[in-house]
């Protein structure tokens, strides 16, 4: 199906924020899920865990599947002129590179409260949990500052 050329450059603008949301609802879940294990060791909260591991892939599945249905047909070529002027859109270029920059300062000011508490735990993994909430909350304060600076 060919879409107008207005059109189609609003729709990949469209497309690429819904699936920008849909990771980040996805990933929002990951990271309740790995703070209840790394800070609940007598299982207490194992039926909470257990339905935050589960919630993160359905989401996951059903926002992929909410977007594929909103295409209504329409394909999508990587090598597409369209989808590549929405993709080195400088406007969008630069509202990833604050995205960039406020995920890294998040990052930074938030290492030092977690450092204190993870080295407060009697865990022999505490790094790995460190590296794991790192990679977590960056990606999480990447996309949400990205969808806030990208807004219409």
Same mark, same amino acid.
């Given at each position: 199906?060919?879409?107008?050329?207005?059109? #189609?450059?609003?729709?990949? $603008? +469209?497309y690429m924020k819904r699936l920008a949301s849909i990771c980040l609802a996805g990933l &929002?879940?990951? !990271?309740?899920?790995?703070?209840l294990t790394a800070w609940d060791r007598d299982g207490q909260h194992e039926r &909470?865990? *257990?339905? *935050? &591991? !589960? &919630?993160?892939p359905t989401i996951l599945t059903l926002g992929l599947a909410w977007v594929l249905i909103s295409r209504r047909g329409v394909s999508i070529a990587s090598d597409d002129p369209d989808l590549q002027a929405v993709a080195k859109d400088e406007f +969008? #270029? $630069?509202n990833a590179m604050r995205a960039f920059r406020a995920a890294f300062l998040i990052v930074m000011v938030v290492q030092l409260p977690l450092a204190w508490l993870l080295g407060l735990r009697?865990?022999?993994?505490?790094l790995a949990h460190m590296g794991t909430f790192t990679w977590f909350i960056g990606a999480i304060s990447f996309l949400a500052a990205f969808l806030f600076f990208d807004r219409d």
């Amino acid at each position: 199906m060919k879409q107008p050329e207005a059109h #189609r450059t609003e729709f990949f $603008l +469209r497309y690429m924020k819904r699936l920008a949301s849909i990771c980040l609802a996805g990933l &929002l879940p990951a !990271l309740c899920y790995g703070v209840l294990t790394a800070w609940d060791r007598d299982g207490q909260h194992e039926r &909470l865990q *257990l339905s *935050l &591991l !589960l &919630l993160s892939p359905t989401i996951l599945t059903l926002g992929l599947a909410w977007v594929l249905i909103s295409r209504r047909g329409v394909s999508i070529a990587s090598d597409d002129p369209d989808l590549q002027a929405v993709a080195k859109d400088e406007f +969008r #270029r $630069l509202n990833a590179m604050r995205a960039f920059r406020a995920a890294f300062l998040i990052v930074m000011v938030v290492q030092l409260p977690l450092a204190w508490l993870l080295g407060l735990r009697p865990s022999t993994d505490s790094l790995a949990h460190m590296g794991t909430f790192t990679w977590f909350i960056g990606a999480i304060s990447f996309l949400a500052a990205f969808l806030f600076f990208d807004r219409d």
